[in-house]
C-alpha cells in the first residue's frame, strides 16, 4: 500500500499555495489560564469553504492529469468535502458531481450549490451513498474524490498542521479531531516530521468512538449508529488513514456531547470566532482532562466553522 509521506506533504503545499488561504494561528490569554497551557489554535474555520478540507480537495483536483480531469471529479459527503470539491473543480473549470444525503444541513446543500456541483440526493446511508456515487460515476466518467481516504486528500490536509508549525515553531503537542481520519493522518506526519518529539493527540466524541477503539484494539473498527452534534466526525477510519494514524499518533481520547458544547461556545464567547462543534473536540479533551497539557505548549487545528446558524446548541 503506497501511504504519504511528508514529502509528499510538501510537494501539496506548493501545489496549493496560489489556491488555499494560510489561515491565521490565533490564542487566548483567558483561555490559557484556564487551562494551565498555550494553546495556539489554527483557525481552518477561515479557510475557503469554511473548512480545511479545501486543502485536501484543492490538491487532488489539482493533481490530476487533464486527461483524468475532463469529465469532472465526483464525490459523497454530507457537507464540508463536498463544497471543498465543488470550489476547486470550478477553480479547474472542470464539473463536480456530488451525492448527498437528503438530511444534510441546509447549510451546507445551499452552500454546494452555490459553487456549482451538480448534486444527486439519496437516502441517509452509507450503502445509498456509496451505490448511487457508483452510478453517477459510470454515467458521467468522473474520477472519484474519496473525503478522507484518498492519498491527495490525506497530503493536502497535512499542509495545515505544518503551516501551524512553520508560524509557532516548537510545539510539545498538536491536537486535532478524528473523523474518518484524512486531516489527523497529514496532522501527524507533518508533526513527527517537524518535531519529533512533539506528542499528536487527537480527540472524538464518544458517541462516535470508532477511532478510539480501533487505535488500542488495534483492529478497524467501524463506526455504527454514531450519536454526536460533531457532525463532522460520523465516519469511520480508513484504509490508509488507520496505519498512518497508528504509527504516528500517541493518543486518542474520547469527550462527552456536554464539553463539546462548552468548548465550542467558549471559543465563541472568548475568541470571537464560529467554529462548528467538530472543531471543539480538542479543547474538550482539554477541559475535561482527558490530555495533560499543563505549562506546554500545545498546537490545535480548528478543523471549520460551518454551523447552522438557526440550530445553535445554546
Known sequence: MNLPTFSDIEKAHERIRPYIHRTPVLSSQSINQMVGAELFFKCENLQKVGAFKFRGACNSVFSLSDDEAKNGVCTHSSGNHAAALALAARMRGIPAYIVMPENAPEIKKIAVAGYGAQITFCTPTLEAREST???????????????????HVICGQGTAAKELIEEIGALDVVMAPVGGGGLLSGTALSTKALLPNALVIAAEPAGADDAFRSYYSKTLQPSVSP????DGLLTSLGSLTFPIILNNVDQIATVSEESIVSAMRMIWERMKIIIEPSSAVPLAAILENKVDVKSKKVGIILSGGNVDLGKLPF
Open 227 to 230: 450519536k454526536t452534534i460533531a
Open 133 to 151: 456515487l457508483k452510478k453517477v460515476a459510470e454515467q458521467t466518467g468522473a474520477t472519484e474524490i474519496h473525503p478522507y481516504n484518498y492519498f
